[in-house]
T-cell receptor
Framework: NAGVTQTPKFQVLKTGQSMTLQCAQD?????MSWYRQDPGMGLRLIHY???????DQGEVPNGYNVSRSTTEDFPLRLLSAAPSQTSVYFC???????????FGSGTRLTVV | AQSVSQHNHHVILSEAASLELGCNYS??????LFWYVQYPGQHLQLLLK??????LVKGIKGFEAEFIKSKFSFNLRKPSVQWSDTAEYFC??????????????FGRGTSLIVHP
């Protein structure tokens, strides 16, 4: 009963490097989303998915890619890291219907 | 434009004081409403939600919220706060979306500090 698992918990990248933030859920949830949390900005939606093979952009998608090949996994790829991407990233999932989100514990990313 | 507004960015209370955090949204039509809490160093957790029915919703840990459709508001309340309620509180709204995807928009959050 792990819920939503995010890895890594912390990461430091150099400008221009690429990396993938992992997100996995074991609740068979159809909906998954990636948010970034910045001080004073709340949570902003990066990308979301309403099922395997279906993804769409959120409010701040630039510089990020996603894919959803399985129901369980929803990785977030940073293509070429920039200092503006320094943030805390949260993955969340929920089932279809009238439910709130279950959040992962977050990844704190620093780009230097 | 911000579609979900939380008026209070920082609130400081003493234990046993009453709490009310404001949340307003700018969407028309049917919306779904949520309050989430984020304790220091932790992830967001769902406090309560409103989809339909009784506009007074009771959540976990003694919190409640009232949906007032005419005011586009969903304020969070607690009669008597505790030191352990120190956290950041986020209002979220599922706008009338396409295809039933209902991806919520979050407010910017309210930081609550409760002094013992």
């Amino acid at each position: 009963n792990a819920g939503v698992t995010q890895t890594p918990k912390f990461q430091v990248l150099k400008t221009g490097q690429s990396m993938t933030l992992q997100c996995a859920q074991d609740m068979n949830h159809e909906y998954m989303s990636w948010y970034r949390q910045d001080p004073g900005m709340g949570l902003r939606l990066i990308h979301y998915s309403v099922g395997a093979g279906i993804t769409d952009q959120g409010e701040v998608p630039n510089g990020y890619n996603v894919s959803r090949s399985t129901t369980e996994d929803f990785p977030l790829r940073l293509l070429s890291a920039a200092p503006s991407q320094t943030s805390v990233y949260f993955c969340a999932s929920r089932p279809r219907g009238y439910y709130g989100y279950t959040f992962g514990s977050g990844t704190r990313l620093t780009v230097v | 434009a911000q579609s979900v507004s939380q008026h209070n960015h920082h609130v400081i209370l003493s234990e046993a004081a009453s709490l009310e955090l404001g949340c307003n949204y700018s969407y028309g039509g049917t919306v779904n409403l949520f309050w989430y809490v984020q304790y220091p160093g932790q992830h967001l957790q769902l406090l309560l939600k409103y989809f339909s029915g009784d506009p007074l919703v009771k959540g976990i840990k003694g919190f409640e919220a009232e949906f007032i459709k005419s005011k586009f508001s969903f304020n969070l309340r607690k009669p008597s706060v505790q030191w352990s309620d120190t956290a950041e509180y986020f209002c979220a709204v599922n706008p009338p979306g396409s295809g039933g995807s209902y991806i919520p928009t979050f407010g910017r959050g309210t930081s609550l500090i409760v002094h013992p």
